[in-house]
Structures are given as C-alpha cells and as structure tokens.
C-alpha cells in the first residue's frame, strides 16, 4: 500500500481522503437541503443539522491532510498530457476547492458563534471563535450561503472535467483518482 503520490497513481491515502471527502460534501449538502422538511425543532431537523456541522468540521478536519498528502509526493502525470490551459485551470479549480474546504466550515463555525450558539464535535464543545453579535450572524449565513451555492459550481465543474477527460479526451485524469485504479 503506498501512502505517497508518484509520477504514475495517488496514493492510497490521497485517494481515500478525496472519497471521503466527497461523501461528507454529499453529507453536508443533502443534510442541509433535507432539514427543511421537518417541522422547526423536531428530533429529525435537529439530527439534519448535527449531522450538516458534523461533516462540515470532518471536511475541515480532513483538508489539513489532504494538503499534506499532496505535499508529501508529487502529482501524478496526466497521460497524455492535457494543453497548458487545461493544466491551468486545474491547478486554479483545485485551489478554490481548498479555499471551500476550509472557508465554508470556518464560516459555519463563525456563523454559529455569532448567533450565539455551541459548536460541538462528536460530543466535544469546540471554543467560541467570536461573540455573539446578530447583524454579524445574518452576514455569515448570507456568506455562508452564498459560498456553498459556489461550491455546487465547483463541485459540480470539478466532477464535469473528470468525466471529459475520461469520455472526450480519453486521458488517465479519472483513473488516476478511482479506488479500484491501480
């Protein structure tokens, strides 16, 4: 089992952070979307959001080392080789899906804090990151918001490309990422 990416495949662990990363992505938004459909303050709409801030703090927990991952080898080659601006819209596509990774939790975080609320993590009562303060509050959600519309785009667009690459451009690009790859 290789725990460090090569020249030629992820590693198992970048690969294994990258699907669970994706099924708390699916967690989080299912859950957020799902919560409106029971009543304010029943057991089912509560569990919906403990389980929306669960896999959001998971996904920030988790991108810390994803980024270390990536950091401890290299990426794997693209064969063949995309055009440069493919190359580069890549690289820019991936940064802002970190900046997601860690911006939307944080915020959710904030958000809560703001509006007076604990953040717990399986049992465990996380520190106050800010006061309360309400007009601060409806500014978050409204950011909060706002970006996790932005991540469908890039969620979305992130899944789009891995099927072109697969289909149109006939690459390793999808591969590369697969769990059963190797």
């Given at each position: 089992?290789?725990?460090?990416?090569?020249?030629?495949?992820?590693?198992?662990?970048?690969?294994?952070?990258?699907?669970?990363?994706v099924?708390?992505?699916?967690?989080?938004?299912?859950?957020?979307?799902?919560?409106?459909?029971?009543?304010?303050?029943?057991?089912?709409?509560?569990l919906?959001?403990?389980?929306h801030?669960?896999?959001?703090?998971?996904?920030?927990?988790?991108?810390?080392?994803?980024?270390?991952?990536?950091?401890?080898?290299?990426t794997?080659?693209?064969?063949?080789?995309?055009?440069?601006?493919?190359?580069?819209?890549?690289?820019?596509?991936?940064?802002?899906?970190?900046?997601?990774?860690?911006?939307?939790?944080?915020?959710?975080?904030?958000?809560?804090?703001?509006?007076?609320?604990?953040?717990?993590?399986?049992?465990?009562?996380?520190?106050?990151?800010?006061?309360?303060?309400?007009?601060?509050?409806?500014?978050?959600?409204?950011?909060?918001?706002?970006?996790?519309?932005?991540?469908?785009?890039?969620?979305?667009?992130?899944?789009?490309?891995?099927l072109?690459?697969?289909?149109?451009?006939?690459?390793?690009?999808?591969?590369?990422?697969?769990?059963?790859h190797?």
């Amino acid at each position: 089992m290789n725990w460090r990416n090569t020249s030629d495949r992820y590693s198992t662990l970048s690969r294994a952070l990258h699907w669970l990363v994706v099924l708390l992505f699916v967690t989080a938004y299912a859950t957020v979307e799902l919560h409106e459909v029971f009543d304010r303050g029943s057991a089912p709409r509560r569990l919906m959001m403990a389980s929306h801030f669960m896999a959001g703090l998971s996904v920030l927990l988790l991108v810390w080392l994803r980024l270390a991952a990536r950091l401890l080898g290299q990426t794997p080659q693209i064969s063949p080789a995309p055009p440069k601006w493919q190359t580069g819209l890549a690289h820019a596509a991936h940064a802002a899906l970190y900046l997601l990774m860690i911006s939307l939790p944080l915020l959710g975080w904030l958000m809560r804090n703001a509006g007076d609320s604990t953040v717990t993590y399986f049992g465990l009562t996380l520190p106050a990151l800010i006061g309360p303060n309400e007009a601060l509050h409806e500014r978050l959600k409204e950011l909060h918001g706002l970006l996790a519309n932005l991540g469908y785009l890039l969620i979305g667009g992130h899944a789009a490309a891995a099927l072109f690459h697969h289909y149109m451009q006939k690459d390793n690009t999808l591969r590369l990422m697969l769990p059963a790859h190797g």
